[in-house]
């Protein structure tokens, strides 16, 4: 591999083209660059038994030879046997220490007589250089970044002192036990960020640029092209740096999975062993939160308002007039775990965790995040139909309750329920099943499941007869009869690595609502996914949060239609199979669930099949009289089949001519 050359119009030393090598003497040059520009340089030393970042000025104060063992609730230094300067991970400081400091004036102001004045205070920083920034910790000061300065409103003090920043990043070739940047797509691989770029070898460092800044130093540098034996040694050694980290937390879908589980046992569990001393927000590179604070001289005519880093498990973090309303550990615990990893996406689009590991490390109770996420949030499990749990309530005249704790009003005539209380089956059921739901004085009718909580389900029912608008009617603290889980599921086990391809119509995403929650959890298992809906009107659209959720930030392809629309809306207009026209198809590597009516099914299939999907993967759900739900009514009856007992998804290939078929 012959690494180009070219030579610099500002002198004779040669301007290399991608990596150079800086040998392991010359590193102090970089040093001496970086202050004769003025620059305050902050790096790693060892003290106080860690390596933290400080003031430093020469290379012989970098933590050579020293490396980190961690793990929930411990650090302890160790001696490499090497030379390694960078050979660590990462300690208790963050670098939002100086571009957005603990305690910071903010306002001076004066009280003379009837007159009030209010002048704030202006950040003077000196200019600084980051040594040894991972990619983790990138990926924090971009947090912050989109916290503080990227929306409306912007932190003047922390935009100065960001403003002011050089950064040198450095690549991981090492990793704890705590680690699991990997989950979070922050690293450990070193992309963006930064100004300069190191990653450490034996004998020196390869050395790269990712700003006009960094490749002003660079070119001061005493360089030489790095060999291509160099450049694959280090793309081997950051790439085993993945390897053993892993994929310790699924975050696909961690949103919803968690948000969906604030009633979850473990919160008070992990407050048993939480002290809610606030040490995981204080070594956190992206925690922001702060406080307040008012000062005045003696004659009490001039005072200066500070702000100073304060966290959500303070006890008076959330006091009101009437007292805190977060007073239980359970619950700041709670408004922690769901901030970083659920609430922070919808308030900057990104979550609120780079997966660096303090917080795990530094906890003195050895609190580990990730055991926390994994039992309160765990992926949806693929289950495919042999797996499926046995229905409660499973004769005719059998029905447990559950209670209403929730309603929510879908649109004019729809509404969905949470239920809790109801037994565990129902939590393990599968998608596409359903349960019979009864009220007293109306028949039984089969409800599909649109949700599937830890500790109940959600039910979307359309008012559309006596039993049904009853049901809608429902207020939080009633009852309602339920058998089930019924029926069997969308095989989503043979959807794994295929692309698909959901197409609905009105109240028929509910049963689908499932799957695509499923898939949202365990993304990355399934190809290109892409959701057709349609309905009446505009206000006849269901889930209207989650199906903007899916197609803004989950990975899904979310194609809208109308039948009729008014001024206010601004998408298509027709049947659902009419968005078909608009998009891409590769049929040979696709699967397809479909709901509705028969007709519109019928339509839907025969558009699949001319567009390369074959009959044995295109799956419907059928609609059928059922008074039963378990085959002994005779109602559902088609053909062969039960529809409520061997169904209610169906292959179109299972189906055959009898699908569509008047009067079967």
């Not at 690549?171 to 992309?191: K, L, N, R």
């Not at 303070?314 to 309303?325: H, I």
């Not at 007293?440 to 008012?463: A, K, Q």
């Not at 809306?569 to 669930?593: E, K, P």
Request: aromatic letters at 8%; one cysteine or more; a neutral charge.
């Amino acid at each position: 591999m012959v690494i180009p050359v070219s030579r610099s119009s500002r002198g004779s030393r040669p301007t290399i083209e991608g990596p150079g090598f800086l040998a392991r003497a010359d590193l102090q040059v970089l040093f001496d660059l970086l202050r004769e520009d003025g620059r305050q340089l902050i790096g790693p030393t060892v003290a106080d038994g860690a390596i933290i970042y400080d003031d430093i000025t020469s290379v012989d104060q970098l933590p050579r030879g020293w490396g980190d063992e961690q793990s929930p609730g411990r650090y302890r230094l160790r001696r490499r046997g090497d030379e390694r300067l960078f050979g660590y991970v990462v300690g208790p400081t963050a670098w939002k220490k100086w571009t957005f400091p603990a305690l910071i004036p903010l306002t001076h102001s004066t009280h003379d007589g009837h007159k009030v004045s209010f002048e704030p205070e202006q950040a003077t920083p000196p200019k600084l250089a980051f040594l040894g920034a991972r990619a983790c910790e990138l990926a924090a000061l971009g947090v912050q970044d989109r916290v503080l300065i990227g929306t409306e409103f912007i932190d003047p003090d922390y935009m100065v002192r960001r403003a002011n920043v050089f950064v040198v990043a450095v690549q991981c070739t090492t990793s704890a036990s705590t680690c699991f940047c990997t989950s979070m797509g922050t690293g450990p691989e070193v992309t963006d960020g930064f100004d300069l770029s190191l990653t450490e070898l034996d004998a020196g460092f390869l050395v790269d640029s990712g700003t006009p800044a960094g490749r002003a130093v660079l070119e001061r540098l005493p360089l030489r092209p790095a060999s291509a034996a160099e450049q694959y040694g280090v793309a081997a050694t950051v790439a085993a740096v993945r390897a053993r980290i892993g994929d310790p937390v699924p975050t696909d879908g961690i949103h919803d999975r968690l948000l969906a589980q604030l009633d979850h046992p473990r919160w008070a569990q992990v407050a048993e062993r939480c002290i809610t001393c606030g040490n995981c927000t204080l070594a956190c590179p992206t925690c922001f939160c702060t406080t307040l604070t008012q000062t005045t001289d003696l004659t009490g005519k001039n005072a200066v308002a500070s702000r100073s880093w304060d966290s959500c498990f303070s006890p008076g973090f959330a006091k009101v007039a009437g007292g805190s309303f977060r007073a239980r550990p359970r619950d700041r615990y709670r408004q922690w775990l769901t901030h970083k990893f659920a609430t922070w996406w919808d308030q900057f689009g990104t979550s609120g965790c780079v997966g660096c590991g303090r917080c795990i490390t530094w906890c003195p109770v050895g609190i580990d995040v990730r055991d926390e996420l994994n039992a309160i949030a765990p992926p949806v499990p693929l289950s495919p139909e042999s797996r499926l749990v046995e229905p409660v309530a499973a004769t005719p005249n059998e029905f447990v309750t559950a209670r209403v704790v929730n309603t929510k009003a879908e649109t004019a005539d729809t509404t969905t329920l949470t239920l809790t209380g109801v037994d565990p089956a129902f939590s393990h059921g599968s998608t596409g099943q359903f349960a019979m739901v009864a009220l007293p004085g109306f028949p039984p009718l089969p409800i599909s499941i649109s949700r599937f909580l830890t500790d109940g389900i959600e039910l979307t029912i359309r008012g559309a007869g006596p039993a049904t608008r009853a049901m809608c009617a429902l207020q939080v603290g009633d009852q309602v009869g339920l058998r089930g889980p019924l029926g069997n599921n969308w095989p989503l086990d043979r959807a794994v690595g295929r692309d698909l391809v959901i197409v609905t119509g009105g109240i028929g995403l509910a049963p689908l609502r499932p799957v695509l929650h499923a898939i949202v959890a365990d993304r990355r298992r399934f190809g290109d996914v892409k959701l057709f809906y349609g309905a009446r009107t505009p206000a006849d659209l269901i889930y209207r949060d989650e199906l903007e959720r899916w197609g803004k930030r989950d990975g899904i392809d979310v194609s809208l239609t109308v039948d009729r629309a008014g001024p206010d809306w601004s998408g298509r207009v027709g049947i659902v199979t009419h968005l078909f026209d608009q998009a891409a198809w590769d049929g040979s590597n696709m699967i397809a669930f479909v709901c509705g009516p028969e007709r519109m099914m019928q339509a839907t299939s025969t558009t699949l099949a001319g567009r390369g999907v074959s009959a044995s993967r295109i799956h419907v759900t059928l609609e059928r009289h059922m008074e039963c739900g378990i085959g002994l009514c005779g109602h559902c009856q088609m053909g062969k089949y039960f529809v409520c007992r061997d169904g209610p998804v169906f292959s179109i290939a299972q189906l055959g001519d009898t699908f569509g078929r008047e009067g079967i």
